[in-house]
């Protein structure tokens, strides 16, 4: 491992956002002004101090960099040891970068309560932040449970009117996976110290560890189980759109722009490098549970009447492209996958954004209220085209840099699937195009649309910053994928194709009638690169 700085930034970057609760919580709660600066402040801060992480990254190498370790809990082996690779980096900067714009998105939205609102979103940037930089399986779980307190109370109490069931289902569904994961890590600990006659929690001390085949299943279903959740896979998805529906728009877009991809990424830290056997045994129920969630994602959005649940259910949709690249396991899928948690990020928090514009000013998000708001609203109009454009892969935009990576590795995996992902893309743009027809062409039929206002200051500023980089990805992505080359290389090395050459033609007798075999020797190579 290598540390490009001898100072831990890493630590200051997860903890700058505490600073600014501790400077809130002496304010005073009715100067609420202050108190969003004070917070929008703290979080622009935060993503200026994260920017040397880029800059200063080495892409040559698949170590961890930035490396912070020392002992923690000496008793049972725990360290505080945090660092970044090629798989974190530009999650940390999308965290970063979406809480700023978040926060100054709520200036209006949020008039109640406001210092516990900012409150919370800081300490759930923390939680965030320490996710993807924990390298130590205790330090990782208490920032993946961290994280879920403010969010179940950003739902909860700044939520819709059925605040209090979306926040407890998405705490229950979560901490259901949570508790399967502890117990997995739990199971490693002493797995670990049988197998080399050490205690450790480090993550990296358990790669290539060389576990049996028998206990790597369970302990990867474990982890699938806490993972896919969070994504969320198809079925494990439910709690997704009534979470999204009911959170104001501030945590409709870290909710959708980071959180989910937690789920992504912990497939990419753990599932992937410590159990590659058991990888390469769920690699056809994982492309089947994912094409299954592209297809029935964007059915089911083309039948909602709410703009928010739509842009929900597409979660489930464009979530499932990310899994499918993954688990196409060759460098294409992998790096479309990466990539793609990026493009998501951007594109779904930016819809989530527009659609609590038109919220703050109509208060309504079916879709029948609307129509013919391209004549009051034109520069709205033009950029909610493009963000919609961008979410349904056009190219010259971020989504399509992305979804042709992932299907490129699909096609490579099984041209079956290949051909079935394509089927979602086009199914992409009905929903989003139709939606947008409905909301934006026609007669204005509602006296509420006549005097609409087109887009604020404020708006352009949280929502300009989002489009420049939808355009620089999709016009030259080269910056972002270089910054994952090696870590790729190096994650698909670890799974080891000679632990699974026994499989081949061991895939589910169903699944070779409806779609071309999937070699898996050839997928755990990545051949064809």
């Not at 080495?58 to 370790?69: R, S």
């Not at 923390?126 to 130590?136: N, P, R, W």
Request: proline share 4%; aromatic share 14%; net charge neutral.
């Amino acid at each position: 491992m290598m540390n490009s700085l001898n100072f831990p930034i890493l630590s200051m970057i997860t903890y700058l956002p505490l600073a600014g609760i501790l400077v809130i919580c002496m304010i005073d709660s009715k100067r609420l002004q202050l108190i969003r600066w004070v917070a929008f402040g703290t979080a622009v801060v935060t993503f200026l101090v994260s920017l040397p992480l880029y800059f200063m990254f080495d892409n040559g190498t698949w170590e961890m960099q930035f490396v912070e370790d020392v002992p923690w809990v000496s008793q049972f082996a725990i360290h505080y040891h945090m660092g970044i690779d090629g798989i974190s980096l530009l999650l940390v900067l999308l965290t970063t970068f979406l809480t700023a714009l978040a926060i100054l998105s709520t200036w209006t939205a949020v008039t109640e309560r406001v210092k516990g609102y900012m409150v919370s979103l800081l300490f759930l940037e923390t939680g965030m932040i320490g996710v993807f930089c924990a390298l130590d399986f205790v330090l990782f779980y208490v920032f993946w449970e961290v994280m879920l307190i403010p969010m179940y109370f950003i739902i909860g109490i700044w939520g819709g009117p059925r605040r209090i069931y979306a926040a407890v289902k998405f705490f229950i569904y979560t901490m259901s996976g949570s508790v399967l994961m502890l117990v997995a890590i739990l199971v490693l600990y002493f797995m670990h110290f049988k197998a080399t006659g050490t205690y450790t929690f480090d993550i990296l001390d358990y790669y290539n560890l060389g576990l049996p085949g028998n206990i790597q299943m369970w302990l990867f279903l474990a982890f699938f189980v806490a993972f896919a959740i969070k994504v969320p896979m198809f079925p494990f998805h439910t709690w997704l759109p009534d979470a999204h529906v009911e959170a104001p728009t501030a945590g409709s877009v870290i909710l959708a722009g980071v959180l989910l991809k937690m789920g992504i990424y912990g497939f990419l830290r753990f599932c992937l490098p410590i159990f590659p056997q058991a990888t390469i045994n769920f690699v056809p129920i994982v492309l089947a549970l994912s094409v299954v969630g592209i297809i029935y994602g964007a059915m089911v959005s083309i039948a909602q009447d709410d703009i928010k649940k739509l842009v929900a259910y597409s979660s489930v949709s464009h979530l499932g492209y990310c899994m499918l690249g993954m688990f196409a396991l060759n460098t294409d899928g992998l790096k479309g996958s990466m990539i793609q948690m990026i493009n998501h990020g951007l594109s779904t928090g930016a819809l989530f954004l527009i659609v609590g514009m038109l919220y703050e000013r109509r208060h309504t998000r079916l879709i029948s209220e609307y129509g013919g708001i391209m004549k009051v609203m034109p520069a709205f109009a033009a950029l909610f085209l493009l963000v919609a454009l961008s979410s349904m892969g056009v190219p010259g935009l971020n989504g399509f840099v992305g979804e042709l990576l992932i299907l490129i590795g699909a096609f490579k995996s099984s041209l079956g699937y290949g051909l079935v992902a394509t089927i979602g893309l086009i199914l992409g743009a009905v929903y989003l195009l139709w939606m947008y027809k409905r909301v934006m062409y026609g007669q204005i039929t509602k006296a509420e649309n006549q005097g609409l206002k087109d887009m604020t200051g404020r708006e352009y500023a949280y929502l300009l910053p989002i489009v420049l980089f939808i355009v620089w990805i999709g016009v030259y992505p080269k910056p972002f994928l270089k910054t994952m080359d090696a870590s790729v290389d190096h994650l698909l090395e670890m799974v080891n194709p000679q632990t699974t050459a026994h499989l081949d033609g061991a895939k589910p007798s169903w699944l070779n009638n409806v779609f071309a075999r999937v070699d898996l020797q050839q997928v755990a190579k990545g051949q064809g690169r």
